[in-house]
């Protein structure tokens, strides 16, 4: 049975954080306004009980803290209703530990909580993020086949001339010495070709002295199939790299730092241009496909006062030459024309925390955005920025892609590991799974989806799934 102040907190969105009322001239006469801390750097993180796993209503809520002073009191207040029963104590190395269960009528959401730490006082707010808890549905109306390519999967692109979906695939922290791209067959999921990147030059160690520099790891992908090529960006080295289709020769490996933690490639194959997101950084660079020579940088301004757009995914419409780019940090999308290179628009994105994937509906120009942070897929007008739909997904709402021939949008939630489908309206009209850390959805042909989904040690297997998912 819960405690009852587990019941009684209510975490309702957008719940004031207000104090308990006081009667006039009532405050001044009792406040003590006692010795304050401002050296504390205390922090205080909640998990779920179930290890990786998001929050959600009614779930167990674990707290954890440090910073504090061996010894004090500390209590955590949702508005003015406490978490736990009794305060906790930080033991002899300032950390506290405590839990408590959450309602199962709790909203959706990021909800502020008060952590006050008493002798010396200090007060400071710790964020609670409630995810959505979409049921599995729908799976009976899609064939979905299952291939095991790599370990360490990011990223897959199709290449409809030639029939073939490659992947890439990378495992670990620098220096990464295991990451390859692959090709399989588009039908059957056979894999056809393996690649392992080139070393990477060394590099220094803290101590001044170089060490092994691993391989040019790969992450993102797009092929150009008008010059059979395959084009990566190698984000530990800050760069990218060009292969052959056919056999998977590296025809092109650019310099370290080319592209500031390079993520996402798209080849426009009319304009003879490649589009790299230089992560964290309002840099767009552009590169020219018939010399494999950098062509130009597009900076983004952002359309918030003394903030910088941090680029994250890519969505290009070739018919329409338009591209669009998440902005990270400031929860924005940016429209960019690719025969100018010039910035159209950047529109904020209201509701969304932490924009990194984006996808745009070529009929209508709406704009899809997946927020990592905040659980949801956000649809804009594509003209105008307006708001279209709002739609909880699940939680960490990583990329989406939206299928012109379907009419539908699948969303790879990484923390909820599902793919979560919409229509066009942003209603859910499936949600797929388990797919334990889906991290990646891309287009096939006729209403085709790949899903990457990076499960191996969930799995206990020796290889991360690719899923081709195809509706009946």
């Known amino acids: 049975m819960r405690n009852a102040l587990h019941t009684t907190a209510a975490f309702a969105i957008g719940a004031m954080l207000a104090a308990a009322p006081l009667a006039p001239g ?7 306004f006692a010795e304050t801390d401002r050296t504390v750097e205390a922090e205080v993180r909640f998990d779920a009980a179930e ?32 978490l736990t029963a009794q305060p906790l104590v930080a033991d002899a190395e300032g950390a506290i530990a405590g839990s408590f269960t959450l309602p199962e009528d709790a909203s959706v959401g990021i909800h ?7 002798e010396p006082y ?3 707010i710790a964020e609670l993020k409630i995810s959505p808890d979409i049921p599995l549905s729908g799976e009976s109306r899609y064939d979905i086949a299952r291939a095991l390519p790599a370990r360490g999967l990011y990223q897959s692109a199709l290449s409809a001339r030639n029939g073939a979906i490659f992947t890439t695939s990378a495992i670990g922290r620098p220096p990464v010495r295991q990451s390859q791209i692959t090709k399989l067959d588009a039908q059957t999921l056979d894999v056809l070709a393996r690649a392992t990147p080139a070393a990477a030059p060394a590099r220094p160690g803290r101590d001044g002295t170089m060490r092994d520099g691993g391989v040019f790891a790969v992450y993102g992908l797009d092929v150009d199939d008008s010059k059979d090529t395959v084009w990566v960006t190698n984000t530990r080295q800050d760069t990218v790299a060009i292969y052959r289709q056919s056999d998977l020769a590296l025809v092109k490996q650019f310099d370290p730092g080319t592209v500031y933690h390079a993520r996402d490639v798209r080849v426009h194959e009319g304009l003879g241009k490649a589009y790299v997101s230089a992560t964290f950084t309002p840099e767009v660079v552009v590169f020219d496909t018939a010399t494999n020579e950098e062509a130009g940088r597009i900076s983004i301004p952002s359309g918030k006062r003394r903030e910088e ?6 969505s290009l419409d070739e018919a329409a030459n338009r591209l669009y780019v998440a902005g990270l940090g400031t929860a924005e ?67 989406v892609v939206f299928d012109p021939v379907t009419r539908h949008a699948y969303v790879a939630s990484r923390g909820a590991g599902t793919i979560t489908v919409t229509d066009a309206d942003g209603a859910i009209v499936a949600n797929l799974g388990p797919a334990p850390l889906a991290n ?13 989904d990076k499960s191996a040690g969930a799995r206990e297997a020796d290889a991360d799934q690719l899923l081709r998912i195809r509706p009946r």
Do not use: C, M, W
């Open 26 to 32: 009532h405050a001044s006469a009792q406040a003590v």
């Open 51 to 82: 290890a990786r796993a998001p929050i959600v209503a009614g779930d167990e809520v674990r707290i954890s803290g440090s910073g504090f002073r061996p010894g004090q009191a500390v209590l955590l207040n949702y508005g003015t209703k406490p």
């Open 112 to 118: 502020p909580v008060v952590v006050i730490a008493q």
């Open 122 to 124: 200090v007060a400071t």
């Open 309 to 314: 757009f941090g680029t994250a995914s890519l």
């Open 333 to 399: 999308v940016a429209v960019i024309d690719t025969a100018s290179d010039e910035v159209l628009d950047v529109f904020p994105v209201p509701g969304a925390r932490s924009v990194i994937g984006v996808s745009h509906d070529p009929q209508t120009g709406r704009i899809f955005v997946a927020a990592q942070g905040s659980d949801n897929l956000v649809i804009l007008d594509g003209e105008s920025g307006e708001v279209i739909a709002d739609t909880p997904v699940g939680a960490g709402a990583l990329n």
């Open 440 to 452: 990646h959805v891309s287009l096939g042909l006729d209403g085709t989806i790949y899903a990457v």
